[in-house]
């Protein structure tokens, strides 16, 4: 089988409208990107998806949606002024800047060749500043979040006296977060603007020792509902020179990537640590009153942090499949079904004689239950090549029979298998196969 490579992936999501560089026409800004219109559905199923699996499927997790913007002081609770730093080298030949842990410091400057000429390290922080409101003095700087779960503990007391959650329960948020890395790479997987789906669960202190591996097991299980294949998943446990210095335990799912195995999501046993902080820094009480005991403490948290715009790209990148077939090949994205951005496309085998019309009208009724897609341009096998290109899972084809029988032909992605079905049939046949999809045996 041929390699999935980044460059492929790149090509791919450019060609067909998953992701672009950010500001291209301007010669492009590193370290965003846009998500196209295929991308921009990619991603809201992978978000769908988790969203539900997290505030649907499971007992007592809730849903937040803080704003990006937050009072400064939550990051001095949170130890991201003083922590969240890299130490950063510049070039003083060629200005060029570089992660200090990640070259060489005696070795010539990798971008312009010579010799001694970098700054000595510094710490840089990671957070992006900036102002709020017209006055530019030091009281209004803020900065944009670096990450979600602080919106979860600044706001744990507003969700518990409002909803009628008990202990154990979770909060739930999906956004953007933003931060000033050195040395962006490998595409969307280490950018500066980027997306988080996190779920703070907050227990007595002691059941976190049932929850945290509870929690691990499920996420991973989250990655084969999606589709993922098995052997691209692993678990990687912090060693105790990557544990944070409060967190009790932290796993990470990684995946692997085109670049080789990577953080994917971090699954974490955080103690009392961030409401402890933000009760010292606040002043505010944050402790839990337990209703049968009538004793007061302040949770533990057990965190699964998943990266959403890194789950786009494992998506792509475990999709991809280039395939020799007995006369042609072909590019094939094995979307599961669910995360697909279409979900079936419908072709008129010609244009004339009435076929586009009913093409037409047949695709307008798929609509109130899946993504659909119409084209009638080109021959039917290139029409099915395009659909393969962007992972669509089902194509109908309406031909001549159909005027006579209402009958239409389904034709799975992965097999390439075709049946010939009633219309009235269809939505039931596509449902009952989306529920028992598995990869390569879609039929
Ligand atoms: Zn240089």
Redesign the pocket.
Same mark, same amino acid.
């Given at each position: 089988m041929a390699e999935v490579t980044m460059e492929k992936i790149v090509s791919l999501c450019k060609r067909r409208g998953f992701i672009y560089q950010s500001s291209e026409i301007y010669g492009g800004l590193n370290g965003a990107y846009d998500y196209g219109p295929l991308g921009v559905q990619l991603k809201n199923n992978i978000r769908d998806m988790w969203w539900k699996e997290m505030t649907q499927l499971h007992d007592g997790i809730v849903g937040l949606d803080a704003s990006i913007l937050m009072h400064s002081k939550v990051w001095e609770a949170s130890g991201h002024i003083s922590n969240f730093t890299d130490p950063m080298v510049d +070039? $003083?030949? *060629? $200005?060029?800047r570089f992660r200090a842990d990640q070259i060489d410091l005696e070795a010539p *400057?990798?971008? +312009?060749?010579?010799k001694g000429?970098f700054t000595s390290p510094r710490n840089f922080n990671l957070m992006f500043e900036t102002h709020i409101g017209a006055d530019s003095d030091t009281a209004s700087t803020i900065y944009l979040r670096p990450e979600t779960a602080q919106g979860i503990y600044v706001d744990f007391k507003n969700v518990l006296q409002s909803s009628r959650v008990k202990i154990p329960f979770g909060i739930a948020q999906v956004g953007k977060s933003f931060r000033n890395e050195i040395t962006t790479k490998s595409f969307i997987f280490r950018s500066c603007e980027f997306e988080q789906m996190e779920m703070q669960f907050f227990c007595a202190p002691g059941e976190d020792e049932k929850w945290f591996p509870y929690w691990r097991e499920q996420r991973m299980a989250f990655y084969s509902k999606m589709g993922i294949r098995p052997d691209h998943l692993r678990w990687h446990q912090h060693g105790p020179d990557e544990l944070a210095f409060y967190a009790k335990d932290a796993y990470d799912i990684q995946f692997l990537f085109p670049m080789g195995w990577q953080e994917l999501e971090g699954v974490h046993s955080r103690t009392d640590y961030d409401l402890t902080q933000h009760q010292k820094f606040s002043g505010k009480d944050m402790s839990y009153l337990d209703p049968t005991t009538h004793e007061h403490f302040i949770p533990y948290v057990v965190e699964t942090s998943a990266g959403l715009t890194r789950n786009v790209l494992m998506a792509i990148s475990d999709a991809y499949e280039e395939q020799e077939l007995e006369k042609d090949s072909r590019v094939v994205l094995h979307f599961h079904p669910l995360i697909a951005p279409i979900t079936v496309a419908v072709f008129p085998l010609v244009k004339k004689d009435g076929l586009a019309e009913k093409a037409s009208e047949i695709e307008h009724a798929l609509r109130e239950e899946f993504s659909t897609f119409y084209d009638q341009s080109g021959a039917i096998g290139r029409r099915y090549r395009r659909m393969d290109e962007i992972g669509t899972p089902y194509c109908v084809t309406i031909d001549y029979d159909t005027m006579k029988d209402n009958s239409v032909t389904l034709r799975f992605r992965d097999s390439m298998e075709q049946v010939r079905i009633s219309i009235t049939d269809l939505v039931k046949e596509i449902q009952g196969s989306i529920k028992n999809y598995r990869r390569g045996n879609d039929e």
């Amino acid at each position: 089988m041929a390699e999935v490579t980044m460059e492929k992936i790149v090509s791919l999501c450019k060609r067909r409208g998953f992701i672009y560089q950010s500001s291209e026409i301007y010669g492009g800004l590193n370290g965003a990107y846009d998500y196209g219109p295929l991308g921009v559905q990619l991603k809201n199923n992978i978000r769908d998806m988790w969203w539900k699996e997290m505030t649907q499927l499971h007992d007592g997790i809730v849903g937040l949606d803080a704003s990006i913007l937050m009072h400064s002081k939550v990051w001095e609770a949170s130890g991201h002024i003083s922590n969240f730093t890299d130490p950063m080298v510049d +070039c $003083k030949k *060629c $200005k060029s800047r570089f992660r200090a842990d990640q070259i060489d410091l005696e070795a010539p *400057c990798p971008v +312009c060749g010579n010799k001694g000429t970098f700054t000595s390290p510094r710490n840089f922080n990671l957070m992006f500043e900036t102002h709020i409101g017209a006055d530019s003095d030091t009281a209004s700087t803020i900065y944009l979040r670096p990450e979600t779960a602080q919106g979860i503990y600044v706001d744990f007391k507003n969700v518990l006296q409002s909803s009628r959650v008990k202990i154990p329960f979770g909060i739930a948020q999906v956004g953007k977060s933003f931060r000033n890395e050195i040395t962006t790479k490998s595409f969307i997987f280490r950018s500066c603007e980027f997306e988080q789906m996190e779920m703070q669960f907050f227990c007595a202190p002691g059941e976190d020792e049932k929850w945290f591996p509870y929690w691990r097991e499920q996420r991973m299980a989250f990655y084969s509902k999606m589709g993922i294949r098995p052997d691209h998943l692993r678990w990687h446990q912090h060693g105790p020179d990557e544990l944070a210095f409060y967190a009790k335990d932290a796993y990470d799912i990684q995946f692997l990537f085109p670049m080789g195995w990577q953080e994917l999501e971090g699954v974490h046993s955080r103690t009392d640590y961030d409401l402890t902080q933000h009760q010292k820094f606040s002043g505010k009480d944050m402790s839990y009153l337990d209703p049968t005991t009538h004793e007061h403490f302040i949770p533990y948290v057990v965190e699964t942090s998943a990266g959403l715009t890194r789950n786009v790209l494992m998506a792509i990148s475990d999709a991809y499949e280039e395939q020799e077939l007995e006369k042609d090949s072909r590019v094939v994205l094995h979307f599961h079904p669910l995360i697909a951005p279409i979900t079936v496309a419908v072709f008129p085998l010609v244009k004339k004689d009435g076929l586009a019309e009913k093409a037409s009208e047949i695709e307008h009724a798929l609509r109130e239950e899946f993504s659909t897609f119409y084209d009638q341009s080109g021959a039917i096998g290139r029409r099915y090549r395009r659909m393969d290109e962007i992972g669509t899972p089902y194509c109908v084809t309406i031909d001549y029979d159909t005027m006579k029988d209402n009958s239409v032909t389904l034709r799975f992605r992965d097999s390439m298998e075709q049946v010939r079905i009633s219309i009235t049939d269809l939505v039931k046949e596509i449902q009952g196969s989306i529920k028992n999809y598995r990869r390569g045996n879609d039929e």
